[in-house]
């Protein structure tokens, strides 16, 4: 059990560590279908994107962002070893050290995509208590939060 206890201060991260930050990135859709992960940005405006995983080229992730109602994607290139790093298939020379840094520069009007990613598009999840990867896949039987129209259901 090494490393299980020891949570408070041993990662050099953020201090809040439980939830992987997904709410703060929810444009980060990795692990699953490439229709499954398009999925938010369908009915977005321009500029709306997520960056999702490879299904060609697992070592890889993709930039998938809407510009005159059709989906972009952009090949983002993940290299390890001496210098380690990640950038757009499209400029090699533009390296990040991590992808929140890639969206944030491109963010602004740049070449090599048509239009500037606005990451406020998607907004987080509202509700923390579905969570789709630790429940069981099949089973939609989440209790909804109060408000929603399924309320009306057999009540």
Not at 108 to 115: F, V
């Amino acid at each position: 059990g090494d490393g299980v206890r020891s949570r408070t201060g041993s990662n050099t991260a953020a201090p809040r560590n439980e939830n992987s930050g997904a709410e703060k990135r929810p444009w980060l859709r990795t692990n699953m279908p490439k229709a499954h992960a398009l999925e938010p940005i369908m009915d977005k405006p321009d500029g709306a994107f997520v960056i999702r995983s490879s299904e060609t080229r697992p070592e890889c992730f993709v930039l998938s962002y809407k510009f005159r109602g059709q989906i972009q994607h952009e090949l983002i290139i993940v290299h390890s070893g001496a210098n380690p790093g990640l950038f757009l298939d499209a400029n090699p020379s533009k390296s990040f050290r991590s992808l929140p840094e890639l969206v944030m520069y491109y963010e602004q009007p740049r070449s090599e995509l048509k239009y500037p990613l606005l990451p406020s598009a998607i907004a987080p999840t509202p509700a923390p208590a579905i969570s789709p990867m630790k429940r069981t896949p099949s089973k939609r039987a989440a209790p909804a939060p109060p408000g929603l129209s399924c309320s009306s259901l057999g009540l």
